[in-house]
């Protein structure tokens, strides 16, 4: 069937990624750039030469604080996490053969949520905070498992689907009760801020803490990106080529699991980075997995840390980071259903 014809870039595929690479490169140095205190491009070169090179330095010890303490951490989280998030979305969509699939769509970030608001709630200090968002990310991902496998008379991956919604459904009840418990003038402004997402509180100690998690969740799909286009045909075309679809969908689903794991025990929940952010791939490189994964990652980064970077200067005081996302991602979104319907 004549579908008409498809709008292209003109650019070579090379340049796409050298595109991607540059808009990269000009985020973060925005980023460390832009703030209430302003580094130039000369001062940022002048400090990372300073501490890389072992060299003295004549900047102001004021701006080797801001660089190293406050921005540095803060640059690389948002590196990360929209690295991850990101990936996890083009994964989760990949192996569920729906485009409208997020992380978060087998409970995870509701189940980060709901560890992270007990431990704000019973005054438990940062670190279990996170700990516990962590858990109970993993856990509630763990539940939806449970039952899809109690369950095999339906299709695996419809039972997986389901069962995330409602798992999803009864965590986020759990924390709008815990929200209604708890103290309003100390609990729930700090619960309310953590539901809704930033980079504020990332330390170096958080990042490097984090770290392993995020990376066990990334690396495996990265070198799995090659069999993901696979699970695109129906299981049973897919076993006759020799691909073990159950189990290959079962180490996607945990990879994806942990690095959204650890990224909203990092974060807090940011919504529509993992759904959008692999759209916006798709234009750039096309739909095979091999292509969209790296460039799922250069973008998904890049979007993170410029929605951060709006976030601290756009006004006078910080916004959440999940509001800021939402404002771009969903408006963004619509404009890809739009154009996808006038193709139909």
């Known amino acids: 069937m004549n579908q008409g014809p498809v709008a292209t870039f003109s650019i070579a595929p090379p340049g796409r990624w050298l595109l991607a690479l540059a808009l990269l490169l000009a985020v973060v140095l925005l980023a460390f750039a832009a703030g209430k205190y302003p580094i130039s491009?000369?001062?940022?070169g002048q400090a990372l030469w300073a501490r890389l090179a072992g060299a003295p330095s004549s900047l102001p010890p004021a701006i080797d604080t801001v660089v190293w303490n406050i921005r540095l951490p803060r640059v690389a989280a948002g590196l990360l996490v929209g690295a991850a998030l990101a990936a996890a979305g083009a994964a989760y969509q990949g192996m569920f053969r729906n485009p409208l699939v997020s992380p978060d769509i087998l409970g995870v970030s509701a189940g980060a949520g709901l560890g992270a608001v007990l431990g704000i709630y019973f005054g438990l200090p940062l670190a279990l905070v996170q700990a516990l968002a962590f858990g109970g990310g993993l856990a509630a991902v763990g539940a939806v498992l449970a039952v899809a496998l109690l369950v095999r008379r339906h299709d695996a991956v419809l039972v997986l689907v389901l069962a995330g919604?409602?798992?999803?459904?009864?965590?986020?009840?759990?924390?709008?009760?815990?929200?209604?418990?708890?103290?309003?003038t100390t609990q729930l402004p700090s619960i309310t801020f953590w539901l809704l997402g930033g980079l504020n509180a990332v330390t170096t100690g958080d990042l490097l803490a984090t770290l392993p998690a995020l990376l066990a969740g990334i690396v495996p799909l990265v070198l799995l990106r090659w069999r993901v286009n696979l699970l695109s045909l129906p299981d049973e075309e897919a076993q006759a080529l020799g691909v073990p679809v159950a189990r290959l969908r079962r180490v996607l689903v945990a990879a994806a699991t942990l690095s959204t794991?650890?990224?909203?025990?990092?974060?807090?929940?940011?919504?529509?980075?993992?759904?959008?952010?692999?759209?916006?791939?798709?234009?750039?490189?096309?739909?095979?997995?091999?292509?969209?994964?790296?460039a799922s990652l250069l973008l998904g980064a890049g979007f993170l840390v410029a929605a951060d970077t709006l976030a601290r200067t756009a006004a006078s005081i910080e916004l959440p980071l999940g509001i800021l996302t939402a404002l771009a991602g969903a408006p963004f979104f619509l404009f890809l259903l739009a154009r996808s319907g006038g193709r139909e």
């Not at 798709?282 to 739909?287: F, T």
Request: hydrophobic fraction near 60%; aromatic fraction near 4%.
């Open 41 to 44: 491009p000369a001062q940022l």
């Open 165 to 184: 919604v409602a798992v999803g459904a009864l965590l986020g009840a759990g924390i709008s009760l815990i929200k209604i418990l708890a103290d309003p």
């Open 261 to 294: 794991a650890a990224a909203v025990s990092l974060t807090g929940i940011i919504g529509w980075v993992g759904l959008v952010v692999p759209h916006m791939a798709r234009l750039l490189v096309g739909p095979e997995f091999s292509r969209l994964l790296p």
